[in-house]
């Protein structure tokens, strides 16, 4: 199972960027995907996460500026993200807590993608 994110960059303060990541490989289903940002000199956060039940939850630093979506078919997760800030500067990564064929579970990482916010 691997996971590929895109869609990072330089924006200013005010701007909007839009990552992807695809799942891709062998499993069974998705449980659970979400996304998580670490930035220099601090731990890794969980910034959104679509449960399998279809609910979205948000940190509160991101709440009405960040957006999940999904699109099943091509097994693949948006993060939108409008009215950027400087501290949401960070790497980015997607995370999948996917089924596997062996009925086990597994929990795989992107490889991060850097969204840098200027001022």
């Known amino acids: 199972v691997q996971l590929q994110a895109s869609g990072g960059g330089l924006v200013q303060a005010g701007g909007s960027l839009r990552l992807s990541c695809v799942v891709s490989?062998?499993?069974?289903?998705?449980?659970?995907m979400g996304w998580y940002r670490q930035a220099p000199g601090k731990e890794r956060e969980r910034v959104a996460q679509f449960t399998g039940d279809g609910r979205q939850d948000y940190i509160d630093s991101v709440k009405g500026r960040f957006t999940m979506s999904r699109d099943n078919a091509k097994n693949t997760v948006y993060l939108q993200m409008n009215s950027l800030k400087p501290e949401d500067t960070a790497v980015y990564y997607c995370?999948?807590?996917?089924?596997?064929?062996?009925?086990?579970?597994?929990?795989?990482w992107g490889q991060g993608t850097q969204v840098t916010v200027s001022s």
């Open positions: 995370n999948a807590i996917v089924t596997l064929f062996n009925q086990r579970t597994g929990n795989y």
């Open positions: 490989g062998s499993f069974f289903g998705i449980l659970d």
